[in-house]
C-alpha cells in the first residue's frame, strides 16, 4: 500500500517562504515521477510542479521561478521550495506519485491528503 503524508503547510505572509514535504512509503520511491497540485477553492487542480525519476523538473507558468522542487531518494522525500508567496497561491497542496511509466500500467498512481497554505496579512 503506497502511502504520501504531506507537511510543511500553514499561515504565511506575502513575500514570504514555505517548504512543502511529501514522504512516500509503501514502494520503491526511485521508481516514482513526483509532482505537487494545488487546488484552490472553486477552482480545478493545477500541476505546480513535477520531478521525474531521472531528476528532470517541470513547472507551471505560474510558478515563474519562485518554486523549486526537489527530491532526496535516500529519504523517499519530495519537497517543494516556495518563495516570494503570493496571496494567490493559497491553496490546499497536494503531492502526486505515479510510476505508471515504469510498471506499464494504468493504476499506480497516488495522491495524498493535502496540506493548506495560506498567504495572508
Known amino acids: 500500500q503506497v502511502q504520501l503524508v504531506e507537511s510543511g503547510g500553514g499561515l504565511v505572509q506575502p513575500g514570504g517562504s514555505l517548504r512543502l514535504s511529501c514522504v512516500v512509503s509503501g514502494d520503491n520511491f526511485r521508481l516514482y515521477d513526483m509532482a505537487w497540485y494545488r487546488q484552490a477553492p472553486g477552482n480545478q487542480r493545477d500541476m505546480v510542479a513535477s520531478i521525474n525519476y531521472a531528476g528532470r523538473t517541470n513547472y507551471g507558468d505560474f510558478v515563474e521561478g519562485r518554486f523549486t522542487i526537489s527530491r532526496d531518494n535516500a529519504q523517499s522525500t519530495v519537497y517543494l521550495q516556495m518563495n516570494s508567496l503570493k496571496s494567490e497561491d493559497t491553496a490546499v497542496y497536494y503531492c502526486?506519485?505515479?510510476?505508471?511509466?515504469?510498471?506499464?500500467?494504468?493504476?499506480?498512481?497516488?495522491w495524498g491528503q493535502g496540506t493548506q497554505v495560506t498567504v495572508s496579512t
Open positions: 502526486n506519485a505515479d510510476a505508471n511509466s515504469f510498471y506499464g500500467t494504468t493504476d499506480r498512481n497516488y
